[in-house]
């Protein structure tokens, strides 16, 4: 175990642990913001940048503080660390920066965007961005592309993470799509337009943090936060089967995985699941999900139902 | 006349052969260490030697050639960065072209220092016609018994190879070219752990510049103190340097480091001064991404010594008023080259080289390109200038690789020292389009 000091808070945690999963066992605003970074999915971080933290100091035997700002899901935490984020403003300043490169070729359509309120580009620029661009150029646009007759690609929303490839690559058997080309032109694709077609594939759409890779069974038919999300199970032999179904009223209108409140899937779930078992009959309800309070979804809660005293 | 530790037998017709290079001394080195020398003396001469990367970041080789990690029973790789494809430097193409034994040479003294079995040149693809340069010289070593089992009857086998990249100027960063060598696209790693650790293949890699590695034979031959007492202060030796732009002679030239940039340009032995008699405008003295310097500054520092082409003095002043001596890549330009025309180039390569990986180089090259294409072609304004400034603070330190900072520097630099053009591009647009500012200004003294 190997001490830690973030922002003045300090915590203990395992060697190899990393500095942001130290900061997430703190908790807090102290959480540095992820945007490409997932627990579950290996290899993956580092390169949307909004996570970069200060540390002033490397180790207890090394007192120099690093030199430049340290991206903070792939940097590993050292025995008496101390490390800045929200108490720097430096940090901040670089936040905003990486906000706005990933802002000026965002179409900003999040009032048609199925993703939006659940959106963590939508959080991150509201936390961090500015109102006002100062970006006049032309904003790249894609066509969009349908991978399969499940998934839209939506790709002017990209911000080119690489979740859903590393999740291909670890979920799946083949992975059908990658990063084609390079710098500002890359994009995710399948080549030839193929379709990505096998038991797991749906599981791009929940690791995917903006609304580039979108569920087509459920595309422009609700408001996330109209929905009321439900924790739910069933005997799937591909899958654990534990989900959430989003109901308005008795209708169920999507399944996703459960997201933890930092977004990430606690089990990633099959394609039949998400995709076909859409009756109410084909779920046992087990009890309201718990949304984070700041999410815009918990607009319709039903977190705490069971304290309120009448 | 400088001494020339590496290009002495450039000349000599016929030295790309195996016979040839034989003849004028070649492969003495080897023969010397490996009767003579263990690993760790070798190791220790480059280290007394002084050497410092020639690739670049001038990190001194010694000391990170004692960082590789050494585990029992995992292979150990060398690794020959000849991906070199910053605008303005074209040195390791005439090494290669022209002396491609005195590079296996180096070869094989590294490895032998290192512990390594197998060693790979990753030579840039557009380089066609030096890969077979290297294949056949590499095929005579291995003939005359420099390559292969049991060289020269000692304990050590080597093995040597040429892979080809698809010619991304990323590929030059070192994990990114071995994500290319291991057959994957040519994204930089996440650091730590460090290639000296985990690099191909998960084995410690070492990952040098076609120079340093060709360094290291005089280094043998001669002893490092016999090469540590070429240059100035920390920086010892020789260097090339690829001169180009408007001088009278460019080509590649071999200095002794400490040489004074004066020298350097107006001298007949080197450079030759700035053709058709016209001035001295700026000099980018080590490859398109290290800082543009104005005359004055590339003559004398802010403090009035004069400018030695030496890792130290080019960076003295920091960035305000320094440069960095880079790869060696010296541009030259005279009074009628447009800066703004010039960045815009620069920035133009470095968004169409950047990988895409990390956020802030993906879109900050692009956002730089554009505002600069618009301010180059009369439709800029004056905040403008301001945003570039902003754009390149910000990819600053970001990114996951140099190549941010690399895209950055030379675009705050311009501003900095020639911000009188960027503004007349915007206060004359019409006229900015006809004629360049040198000339403009000219015409208004007059």
């Known amino acids: 175990m190997v001490k830690v000091k973030i922002d003045g808070f300090e915590t203990e945690v395992p060697e190899g642990t ?17 945007m490409c970074y997932y627990t579950k999915l290996k290899g993956s971080g580092g390169k949307c940048r909004t996570c970069m933290v200060r540390v002033a100091q490397s180790s207890e035997k090394d007192q120099r503080p690093m030199p430049k700002l340290v991206a903070s899901c792939s940097t590993p935490v050292q025995d008496g660390m101390v490390v800045e984020n929200i108490t720097n403003p430096a940090v901040l300043e670089a936040r905003k920066a990486v906000v706005e490169f990933l802002l000026i070729n965002h179409p900003l359509d999040c009032p048609i965007c199925d993703q939006a309120g659940e959106c963590d580009l ?6 961090h961005g500015t109102s006002k661009t100062r970006y006049e150029e032309e904003r790249r646009t894609y066509d969009k592309i349908d991978i399969g007759p499940n998934i839209q690609l939506h790709m002017d929303r990209c911000i080119l993470c690489y979740r859903c490839v590393y999740t291909a690559d670890q979920l799946t058997d083949k992975r059908v799509h990658g990063v084609l080309n390079r710098g500002d032109a890359s994009e995710i694709g399948t080549y030839i337009q193929n379709s990505i077609e096998n038991d797991f594939s749906g599981n791009v759409i929940d690791v995917c943090p903006v609304g580039a890779l979108t569920d087509k069974t459920f595309r422009f038919k609700s408001r996330v936060w109209f929905l009321n999300p439900f924790d739910a199970y069933r005997n799937c032999p591909t899958c654990s089967g534990k989900v959430v179904v989003w109901k308005f009223g008795e209708a169920i209108y999507r399944v996703t995985g459960r997201k933890d409140q930092y977004g990430e899937v606690e089990e ?4 039949t699941c998400r995709f076909e078992k859409k009756a109410p009959e084909d779920w046992t309800i087990e009890g309201p999900r718990a949304i984070d309070r700041h999410s815009v979804i918990s607009q319709n809660h039903y977190e705490g139902f069971g304290d309120l005293k009448i | 006349m400088s001494r020339k530790l590496l290009l002495e037998h450039a000349e000599v017709p016929g030295i790309e052969t195996y016979a040839v290079y034989r003849k004028q001394g070649g492969y003495r080195a080897v023969e010397k260490a490996l009767k003579a020398l263990t690993p760790e003396n070798v190791l220790d001469e480059v280290k007394i030697s002084g050497l410092r990367g020639r690739g670049g970041a001038g990190f001194p080789t010694g000391m990170k050639w004692s960082f590789l990690a050494k585990p029992e029973g995992t292979p150990r790789y060398l690794l020959c960065n000849a991906d070199e494809s910053e605008p303005g430097t074209f040195k390791d193409r005439l090494l290669m072209e022209r002396l491609p034994h005195l590079l296996i040479e180096g070869m094989i003294l590294s490895a032998y220092a290192l512990g390594c079995r197998t060693a ?90 076609v120079e340093s590695l060709c360094a290291v034979v005089p280094i043998v031959n001669d002893g490092g103190e016999a090469f540590a007492a070429i240059g100035v202060g920390r920086s010892t030796g020789t260097k090339l340097i690829s001169a180009c732009g408007n001088i009278n002679k460019p080509g590649v030239y071999e200095i002794e480091l400490g040489l004074p940039v004066e020298e350097f340009i107006y001298s007949d032995e080197y450079c030759g001064g700035i053709k058709n008699g016209k001035r001295l405008k700026a000099v980018v003295p080590g490859g398109s991404s290290v800082p543009i310097l104005p005359a004055d500054l590339i003559l004398k520092t802010a403090a009035g010594e004069d400018r030695l082409l030496s890792y130290e003095s080019l960076a003295d002043g920091g960035f305000v008023s320094g440069s960095m001596l880079g790869s060696g890549g010296f541009i030259v330009y005279d009074e009628d080259q447009c800066m703004v025309r010039n960045t815009w180039n620069f920035s133009r390569f470095y968004h169409h080289e950047s990988c895409g990986q990390c956020s802030p180089c993906r879109e900050g090259t692009g956002w730089l390109e554009k505002v600069l294409h618009r301010l180059e072609h009369g439709h800029g304004r004056m905040h403008d200038i301001d945003l570039l400034v902003d754009i390149s603070k910000k990819i600053e330190g970001n990114t996951i690789c140099p190549l941010g900072d690399a895209a950055a520097w030379p675009v705050a630099s311009a501003v900095r020292h020639f911000r009188d053009e960027f503004e007349w591009h915007v206060l004359e647009p019409q006229l900015s389009q006809q004629r360049n500012f040198g000339l403009a200004m000219e015409a208004v003294a007059v």
């Open chain 2, 120 to 209: 790979y040149i990753y030579i840039r693809g557009e380089y066609k016609w030096i890969i077979k340069i290297l294949e056949r010289a590499i095929a005579e070593a291995y003939a005359n018994g420099w390559l292969g089992e049991r060289i020269l009857g000692a304990d050590f086998s080597f093995d040597l190879h040429v892979t080809p990249g698809a010619g991304a100027y990323i590929c030059g960063e070192e994990t990114a070219l071995i994500e290319s060598l291991e057959g994957k696209r040519g994204n930089p790693r996440l650091k730590p752990p460090f290639p000296a650790v985990s690099g191909l293949w998960g084995c410690p890699t070492l990952v040098n510049n």
């Open chain 1, 18 to 34: 990393s500095i942001l999963n130290a900061a997430r066992q703190i908790g807090g605003d102290l959480v540095p913001p992820a």
């Open chain 1, 268 to 271: 990633f779930i099959c394609n």
């Open chain 1, 122 to 127: 939508q959080n991150l620029a509201f936390e």
